[in-house]
């Protein structure tokens, strides 16, 4: 049961920001931490710091049980069959960055083709794009419905024998839908090709089974999730992870170093080059165990309520415009839009003067924006340790600076 005693756990959340009480609506850039994770990273540093793997002093042993303890929690987490196809990254960026050099590069030749949809963030584009240059391949984009969900017929007929890669997004960042992981990595399958999925914006607000999705790939970032920044996750298939090189080399990932060459330790090891975040890494199996303990159903559903409460209190505003679907069941907890007459910034800003924090630009998404022949949005993103009252000053701050913009201070 989610309740509003949750806030009592973010002390960041008790404050006034411009003499207004703080509401908090920027989690999709990234989330607050509870006082359980911050009390792990003060523990480690404290008591346990010392670098892992190597050691065998009590420090050092100490470290590494909780470091690969963490993994073993995401393994838990995300349902991955073994830790060895866990791979700590900085975040879902760095992950999709190894994805695409290495398993791309050994994979793709000039003439296949990459599939992406139009809602990818740029961390989900700029690889491929890059990838696509360097094998002379195509990159393909998936359009969208009116509503702003996949279009899975044009899914079907893009998605073909030349396709090596589907990379997309299990959430979209600005449009607030949840696209078809279980149907596109079958059509992805059925061609011969892998998916890759971009689970920053799922893992955070539901539960996710790897294994289930039939995901080939799937990243994540912590700081998304309660966990510190400079902390991600890379689960990879295990049959992909073995025949794939590493593309950072140094201490950690190595078997044994001749003079001439080396040779590289076992999964999943061979691709975390150098010392670790490993404060990071305790922190976000600090963040699971908190998550676990509320449970991820709990999560997504009491974010669904509150979806179902302000979507409507948003779309009666005059002059503003949601994007994405409109049936608060099919939309989830971000919320792109804007008001007519008035730019994006200049609304976030007014908001902010009121203690309100959303986030205006183009959100990492340009083609998105493109597509929709818009140059930025406003954006309120939701999380469980948001409220009803949060929603109701969401909405009250909205009209507030409606009604200056065209009318002026009363």
């Known amino acids: 049961m989610i309740s509003k005693q949750i806030k009592q756990d973010f002390p960041i959340l008790d404050q006034a920001v411009n003499d207004e009480p703080l509401v908090y609506l920027d989690n999709a850039a990234t989330t607050q931490k509870p006082l359980q994770v911050l009390e792990a990273l003060r523990h480690y540093y404290e008591y346990d710091n010392a670098n892992v793997h190597r050691g065998v002093h009590t420090l050092a042993e100490r470290s590494t049980a909780a470091y690969e303890g963490a993994r073993e929690k995401v393994r838990e987490f995300i349902k991955a069959s073994s830790t060895e196809e866990v791979l700590f990254t900085r975040g879902a960026t760095t992950g999709l960055n190894w994805i695409s050099r290495s398993y791309g590069d050994a994979n793709v030749k000039e003439g296949d083709e990459i599939v992406i949809t139009y809602m990818e963030h740029h961390s989900n584009i700029v690889p491929w794009q890059e990838l696509a240059k360097r094998k002379k391949a195509k990159l393909v984009y998936l359009n969208l419905t009116s509503d702003g969900q996949l279009d899975m017929t044009d899914a079907r007929q893009k998605i073909t024998d030349k396709t090596k890669i589907v990379s997309v997004t299990h959430c979209s960042n600005v449009l607030g839908v949840t696209n ?24 955070p607000h539901m539960p996710v089974d790897v294994r289930a999705l039939g995901a080939d790939f799937y990243v994540f970032s912590g700081h998304k999730m309660c966990a510190p920044t400079g902390i991600g996750v890379l689960y990879g298939k295990r049959e992909h992870l073995d025949a794939m090189e590493p593309i950072e080399y140094g201490g950690e990932m ?30 976000l199996g600090a963040a699971i165990d908190y998550l676990n303990e509320l449970g991820m159903e709990q999560i997504h559903q009491y974010e669904a309520d509150l979806v179902a409460y302000v979507l409507p209190k948003l779309q009666a505003i005059d002059g503003l415009t949601v994007y994405g679907p409109q049936d608060p069941k099919d939309h989830n907890g971000v919320i792109a839009f804007n008001i007519d007459g008035l730019h994006p910034h200049d609304l976030a800003t007014a908001m902010d003067m009121q203690g309100v924090a959303v986030r205006a630009g183009h959100h990492c998404a340009q083609p998105l924006l493109n597509y929709l022949n818009v140059q930025s949005t406003a954006r309120a993103s939701f999380y469980f340790y948001n409220t009803k009252e949060d929603a109701d000053q969401l909405v009250a701050g909205l009209l507030a600076t409606k009604e200056f913009f ?3 201070p009363i």
């Open 254 to 283: 190595i078997d044994f170093v001749y003079d001439q060459e080396s040779t590289w330790t076992q999964l999943p090891w061979k691709f975390e080059a150098g010392t670790p975040n490993i404060a990071g890494g305790i922190g």
């Open 180 to 203: 078809p992981i279980v149907e596109l990595a079958e059509l992805a399958h059925t061609k011969g090709a892998v998916i890759v999925v971009d689970g920053a914006q799922a893992v």
């Open 406 to 408: 065209q009318h002026g």
